[in-house]
């Protein structure tokens, strides 16, 4: 065998090797936080994936924002496809801690992940958890928003901050990506047209905690001058909360990332998006 063809096997071998290890890392909970500053909060902050996602959809974001100092990895917690919890690692004593929510059967459909959420706001409720922040990507966006409007709060903490990235909130396909990229385009009052999921926040917007923040991301790749959108997710859909939120007394702000980097599937690997997120839920 040649050099050429043992180096070939070396390289790809090592590149194997490194996304395994890849892999099994950013699902776990790292051993050691060194924060930034002594004085870091204690509210936890869910991250909940998109339909298809996995450890990767979080994954790297959490690790950067742990060896940051800024908040620290604190639970996994696993959603089998029975919806049983498996938790790893804890809460006691963590610093802005923060906790990656992976579903097994990731393309579940919406009312189920919810279901799952709640089964999981249940449980840090019964640990001792007063107040939560959410953040969700994609249809994970959506969960985290009904989440806010839906679910009980006798039995679960107070939802204090949501961060939504890239969320089809005026879109008929909340799951798997199309071809088509839906646009509802506005007019003075709104968009001219509502998708169901669009509708049901609008009567039931007024249910959200009239105290809870949003900070609302979506991206624009501008690969058509005439067009806006993260390549999965048009603007118009991602921002089509600004006509419902704010009338309904909720502090609302709105990040748009254009470029690159702000493809639908980049926006959790944007160092811009790490910062907004970080200013958003941690700045006193």
């Given at each position: 065998m040649s050099w050429l063809l043992w180096g070939l096997v070396l390289a790809v071998s090592a590149a194997v090797i490194g996304g395994v290890w890849d892999w099994w890392r950013i699902g776990r909970i790292p051993k050691h936080f060194h924060p930034i500053q002594s004085h870091l909060g204690e509210?936890?902050?869910?991250?909940?994936?998109?339909?298809?996602?996995?450890?990767?959809?979080?994954?790297?974001?959490?690790?950067?924002?742990?060896r940051a100092g800024v908040a620290q990895k604190a639970l996994v917690i696993r959603v089998k496809k029975n919806g049983q919890l498996q938790v790893r690692g804890h809460l006691l004593g963590a610093k802005n801690p923060t906790i990656q929510v992976i579903f097994c059967q990731s393309r579940a459909a919406l009312a189920t992940e919810l279901h799952w959420l709640h089964q999981i706001l249940v449980l840090l409720k019964h640990n001792g958890v007063q107040r939560v922040n959410l953040v969700g990507h994609s249809m994970g966006a959506i969960v985290v928003i009904l989440a806010a409007m839906q679910l009980p709060t006798r039995d679960t903490p107070r939802i204090n901050k949501i961060v939504t990235l890239a969320g089809p909130f005026n879109d008929i396909e909340l799951g798997k990506d199309t071809d088509e990229i839906l646009v509802y385009e506005w007019g003075p009052r709104g968009p001219f047209r509502q998708a169901p999921i669009y509708h049901y926040i609008a009567e039931k917007v007024h249910e959200l905690p009239h105290d809870v923040h949003i900070l609302n991301i979506a991206g624009d790749i501008f690969t058509v001058p005439t067009r806006h959108d993260d390549g999965v997710i048009s603007v118009e859909s991602a921002f089509a909360l600004r006509w419902l939120l704010p009338k309904a007394g909720i502090d609302y702000q709105e990040l748009l990332m254009r470029g690159v980097r702000g493809a639908h599937s980049l926006l959790h690997e944007n160092k811009l998006v790490d910062d907004n997120i970080v200013r958003f839920l941690y700045a006193k």
């Open positions: 509210t936890p902050t869910v991250f909940i994936h998109g339909y298809g996602g996995n450890r990767y959809s979080f994954g790297h974001l959490l690790g950067r924002l742990h």
